[in-house]
């Protein structure tokens, strides 16, 4: 029986497993070619032969007390409390997934944990609990795979019956108190500022002093790393190093004894970007640059995920970034020279509003990481509908001005010279524009000015008409105070997810005539709870249908001069048409703007 079924029938006992993947030796100890002569339980943190250490996945399972407890399932799991992903919307990478697990510590056999349980010379009953001997035995779980099923109870169990969701461990507590606690979050977090940085840090030297008059054809560096100097295959053909203020470009590496030999330099700049010639002293930090020429952002962001915060690309569905990338803003392209080590959440939250991208999130569900970009829904997306009657629960809809996201003014910076210096610093760009929304400043909406700069540090001149798309998207969607919306669900919603656009049908979302109106809404967040599903949204402009909502070209299959009233409703949501000077088109239906 599938999940769906299981959470539809009346009474059915419900249960929670989670499974941590850990690691351990598939050796036997004392057995060729392991050489311990004293005894382990085959983790990496007891090894007594670690040059001969094999390791495996191996996975360990917890579920709550159930009348029918899963064969080789340790019954511990008292509760489990989650707070899913919430992006922060143009802005960066908002707040991750998390999950809090319960435990309780008892006695245990040992069995399925201790893989020479039935050779010791003691009784595991008798060695006091489970959670300290499991902490001392694997101490290294931080970053491992936790995986959280949630069913019923049903026979025979199967956690394909059961909804899945992914994260990553990050600390446990309490052990040897009665009670424990595992805390575990998404994958996402491996790319926070203390976790992550990109370019990394580099070990190299000056091998001899550097004078600022001279022009040397190469460039000896002292390291223990051989490859940290290497041109990434996603660079062009070149790469370059900064050592001091200075960028110098190069174009070989070559390995020689103690280090590396770079050759092919260039000194004083190149492409955009110009920096002043120095003196430099032996031993002075020689660090390597990223640099991003031309690329597409969503392939800036795989080489920070996997390259900068060490995310597993199974997490990273590439082809689904691209297909949103490719129908949304296909010339868009990203050049920045990154000359020293930068938090890669830091760049993120630069990135994400310069870029059109509405949300990177973590979908605890599928394993995925997901990429959306600011956009209306597209042609073939369903659109579902919660209505006070059918679907909310009464009550618990919570409606509020989110003023802080109101915008109006955004300046914006394009052409960076010196990559050394700070990105606020105005005068090292080369461009600039300035675009106001003066009916959201005016007498008659906010009287207020909200501004916001953008340091393109990202961005070549060329970029100023990808910028202004940017700009323009930003501004017909913030130039009014959004309006976030928390409501809850019953469970039998909880297909509802992050990112998704629902059509909103209740009281609290009146139209002028006090009537109930369709306030169509995006989801920010989705949250679990025992029996409801609580969501987070915030209403689209782009989507609404009101004026300002974006529009595509109509496909060369629509006849010359078609008529605006001989168009379907599907067609007059997607399609452009040529509206009055007030913006409105026949009938009174808003008008639409370019996208």
């Known amino acids: 029986m599938s999940y769906d079924t299981l959470k539809a029938a009346p009474g059915r006992e419900r249960i929670d497993v989670v499974q941590i993947t850990l690691e351990r030796c598939t050796l036997t100890n004392g057995t060729a070619p392991c050489t311990a002569t004293s005894p382990c339980v085959n983790s990496w943190a007891t090894c007594r032969s670690k040059v001969n250490y094999a390791p ?52 245990h056999d040992d069995i399925g944990i201790d893989p020479y349980v039935a050779s010791r010379s003691y009784k595991a009953m008798e060695r006091g ?21 949630r069913g019923y109870v049903h026979e025979p169990f199967s956690l394909a019956n059961c909804k899945r969701l992914e994260f990553i461990a990050e600390d446990l507590k309490g052990w040897g108190g009665g009670t424990i606690t595992l805390t575990a979050k998404d994958p996402l977090k491996l790319a926070d500022n203390d976790q992550s940085e990109y370019p990394p840090r580099s070990t190299g ?23 940290e100097y290497d041109i990434q295959s996603w660079e062009p053909s070149f790469s370059a190093i900064r050592i001091g203020d200075e960028i110098i470009k190069y174009t070989t590496v070559a390995t020689i004894t103690g280090g590396v030999r770079l050759s092919g330099l260039t000194f004083g700049g190149f492409d955009q970007y110009s920096t002043t010639r120095a003196n430099h002293d032996a031993a002075d930090a020689v660090q390597k640059c990223a640099y991003f020429k031309a690329m597409r952002p969503i392939d800036v962001f795989q080489v920070l995920l996997e390259d900068g915060a060490g995310i597993d690309t199974a997490y990273i569905p590439y082809s689904e970034w691209l297909d949103e990338a490719v129908k949304w803003i296909a010339g868009f392209r990203l050049t920045r020279l990154v000359c020293k080590p930068e938090g890669v959440k830091a760049h993120f939250d630069e990135l994400v509003p310069q870029t059109s991208t509405w949300a990177i999130w973590w979908d605890e569900e599928s394993s995925l990481i997901r990429y959306r970009v600011v956009r209306p829904p597209d042609l073939s997306e369903v659109i579902g509908t919660l209505t006070d009657d059918a679907n909310i629960i009464s009550g618990t809809v919570h409606c509020v001005d989110d003023t802080d996201r109101l915008l109006n003014e955004v300046y914006v910076t394009t052409g960076q010279v ?78 509802i997810k992050t990112g998704d656009f629902i ?76 509206a009055d000077a007030d913006g409105y088109l026949d009938g009174g239906d808003a008008g639409k703007v370019l996208l």
């Open 129 to 149: 609990t489970f959670w300290p001997r499991f902490r001392a035995r694997w101490p290294f779980y931080q970053g491992r795979k936790v995986v959280w099923y």
């Open 205 to 227: 030297v000056l091998a001899s002093a550097l004078s600022s008059g001279s022009t040397p054809t190469q460039i000896d560096i002292v390291t223990d790393r051989a490859t």
């Open 503 to 578: 059509d909103l049908e209740t009281f609290t979302m009146p139209d002028q005539f006090g009537d109930t109106a369709t306030t169509r809404v995006r989801v920010l967040a989705s949250r679990n709870g025992a029996d409801t599903l609580k969501l987070t949204a915030r209403a689209e402009l782009f989507a609404s249908g009101e004026v300002g909502s974006f529009a595509r070209i109509a496909p060369d299959t629509f006849a010359a001069g078609t008529a605006y009233a001989d168009c379907t409703t599907s067609d007059k949501s997607y399609y452009m048409f040529m």
């Open 418 to 495: 010196d990559p050394t210096k700070a990105k606020d610093e105005v005068g090292n760009y080369r461009a600039g524009f300035i675009t106001v929304n003066a009916d959201s400043q005016g007498a008659k909406e906010t009287r207020l000015r909200k501004s916001k700069t953008i340091f393109g540090r990202w961005h070549p001149i060329s970029n100023r008409a990808e910028l202004q798309a940017v700009v323009d998207r930003m501004l017909l969607n913030r130039s009014r105070p959004p309006i976030r919306i928390e409501l809850e669900v019953d469970r039998k919603d909880d297909s």
């Open 56 to 107: 495996e996945d191996w996975t360990v399972s917890f579920c709550t007390p159930a009348s029918i407890c899963p064969d080789g399932y340790i019954p511990f799991l008292q509760s489990v409390s989650s707070d899913s992903a919430e992006p922060d919307t143009e802005n960066g990478l908002g707040k991750r997934a998390s999950v809090r697990f319960t435990f309780r510590d008892a006695p």
